[in-house]
């Protein structure tokens, strides 16, 4: 496990000698648009009975923040790597494919929690009770920056340049985080987009982390579980094959 560790530590020390930036910025990001939103529409919406708007959007706000946040730091780190030409140096000492990509992923995740929280430590003040089920919140935390966290293991192993990891952020990442129902729920969408947005996994991650703090949800939090943990399997297993191969890795 040495360097399974000594890799970990190295990319928790990456992002964090630059918290300012990977860490503070988000967290205030995520206060600008509570600020924004809570201001403009809290008189306006009510998402779940008995919750106002401001509660009901910091837990969507926080997990997207993670998501994006986990995807970050595992994508960034690999083109980084790959651009430069240190990646060799993470090829040639007997690492496993299960040991690279689970010290990428750890750290990814390590990343998404420390901006959940902050989001959540910021934001709190706007009304945010204590969860009624803290399991699922921690669960859901783990297990969303986690899909995502490999989500960008697989986009930087295929990126070979900046732009490349650019579009596929901004043309796959953005859209399913801000079309997920941080904003809103999606009960209240025409019955075309209420299909749709059953489609995409980074929905189930924000009800069912909004659920563990409210008790209530768009659907049920098994449901949710469920489809997480099998596109995160799916998708952990699919980046430790592309890493086992070498592919854009080697050659």
Do not use: C
Request: charged share 10%; hydrophobic share 55%.
């Amino acid at each position: 496990m040495q360097g399974f560790l000594t890799l970990f530590k190295k990319e928790l020390v990456r992002f964090w000698k630059v918290s300012f930036q990977t860490v503070a910025a988000p967290v205030l990001t995520a206060l600008l648009y509570q600020l924004i939103f809570s201001h403009v529409l809290s008189q306006h919406v009510e998402a779940y009975p008995g919750v106002s708007y401001t509660a009901f959007l910091i837990p969507g706000l926080a997990m997207m923040s993670m998501a994006q946040n986990a995807f970050a730091n595992s994508s960034s780190s690999l083109i980084q790597s790959k651009i430069t030409g240190n990646i060799v140096f993470l090829l040639l000492p007997p690492l496993t494919a299960s040991e690279f990509f689970g010290a990428y992923l750890l750290a990814a995740v390590v990343r998404g929690l420390a901006v959940g929280a902050g989001v959540l430590v910021v934001t709190g003040w706007f009304g945010l009770s204590w969860p009624e089920h803290p399991g699922w919140v921690l669960l859901f935390a783990l297990l969303g920056s986690a899909l995502l966290g490999t989500l960008g293991v697989i986009a930087g192993i295929w990126a070979e340049k900046f732009d490349q990891l650019a579009a596929f952020q901004n043309f796959l990442i953005m859209p399913l985080t801000f079309l997920s129902g941080v904003f809103y729920s999606i009960k209240g969408l025409p019955p075309l987009w209420y299909a749709v947005s059953h489609l995409n996994p980074v929905f189930y991650m924000i009800d069912g982390f909004r659920y563990g703090f409210f008790g209530q949800a768009d659907v049920s939090p098994w449901l949710s579980l469920g489809v997480l943990a099998t596109a995160t399997g799916a998708l952990a297993f699919l980046a430790i094959r592309l890493i086992d191969r070498g592919y854009k890795l080697r050659h």
